[in-house]
């Protein structure tokens, strides 16, 4: 299951598991950020390959108005991240202690 | 351990579910949890999309392997598709130049130890192995 939510106007939270079956219920939440957007992963356990797509797609359609940076972001995930270069292309702040 | 599900998107959760509960029964790490559910995502997907013609299952078969796991996807009445030759990505790539899809096979190569392909008698079938032991390099 995967759920998003806005903390505040700049912050969004995904939750859960971005796969296959998940990739469009995520695209239509992020499709409706209009500016720069910190987007907190401490609650994402999984991501796939249809996850990034979501995600690039997001970052070139928001790189204009400042793009989307990512916080809290799990071993597992990160080392997806670096496979594929996203750590090149989004700014990913270490995670809080 | 073996299971057969529909070649729809919306199997997934069964699908992890069906992993989580092999994890459990022999006791094997939870850091080899997110590199198998990634790998059968992807080969799993891969054969929805790349043979729509075939209306079968696809089977998912579980095996314990030396500090791991062994992983079989059959996929019936199908022409031969080997993911295992996909192009290179250029993960280099500036943003600009970035097009989704693609990555899938290319993080799943580099998230398991090892992956064959084989065709016969319209099965194609992909074997994968996941160990602590290959973690451990990688990390």
């Given at each position: 299951?995967?759920?998003?939510e806005?903390?505040d106007?700049?912050?969004?939270r ?7 079956a998940q990739?469009e219920?995520?695209?239509?939440f992020?499709?409706?950020l209009?500016?720069?957007t ?7 356990e999984?991501i796939?390959?249809a996850?990034l797509?979501?995600?690039?797609k ?5 790189m204009?108005?400042g793009?989307v ?6 071993h597992?995930?990160?080392d997806i991240?670096k496979?594929?270069g ?8 270490p995670a809080?202690? | 351990?073996?299971?057969?599900f ?15 509960s ?6 094997i790490?939870d850091?080899l ?6 790998a ?7 054969m929805?999309?790349?043979?729509p013609?075939?209306?079968?299952d696809?089977?998912?078969a ?5 500090e791991?796991?062994?992983v ?5 009445d199908v ?7 996909a192009k290179a ?8 130049e970035?097009?989704p899809?693609?990555l899938?096979i ?6 398991v130890?090892?992956m ?11 074997t994968?192995t996941?160990?602590?032991?290959g973690?451990?390099?990688?990390s």
């Amino acid at each position: 299951m995967f759920e998003a939510e806005t903390i505040d106007g700049g912050e969004v939270r995904l939750m859960g598991r971005l796969d296959a079956a998940q990739a469009e219920k995520a695209q239509a939440f992020l499709d409706q950020l209009t500016g720069p957007t910190r987007l907190d992963l401490s609650g994402l356990e999984y991501i796939s390959s249809a996850g990034l797509g979501v995600l690039l797609k997001t970052q070139k359609r928001l790189m204009p108005v400042g793009g989307v940076t990512l916080t809290n972001v799990n071993h597992h995930i990160h080392d997806i991240f670096k496979y594929s270069g996203f750590d090149q292309i989004f700014k990913i702040e270490p995670a809080s202690a | 351990m073996q299971r057969r599900f529909h070649r729809r998107f919306d199997v997934l959760d069964d699908v992890f579910a069906f992993i989580d509960s092999f994890f459990v029964e022999h006791s094997i790490s939870d850091e080899l949890r997110f590199p198998v559910h990634f790998a059968v995502e992807e080969l799993f997907t891969n054969m929805v999309k790349y043979s729509p013609e075939s209306g079968e299952d696809i089977e998912v078969a579980l095996a314990i392997a030396p500090e791991g796991l062994k992983v079989c996807l059959t996929d019936f009445d199908v022409k031969p598709f080997d993911p295992t030759r996909a192009k290179a990505v250029d993960t280099d790539k500036p943003l600009e130049e970035r097009t989704p899809g693609g990555l899938g096979i290319h993080l799943t190569k580099k998230l398991v130890d090892s992956m064959e392909y084989e065709h016969s008698e319209g099965q194609s079938r992909i074997t994968f192995t996941a160990t602590m032991r290959g973690h451990d390099v990688r990390s």
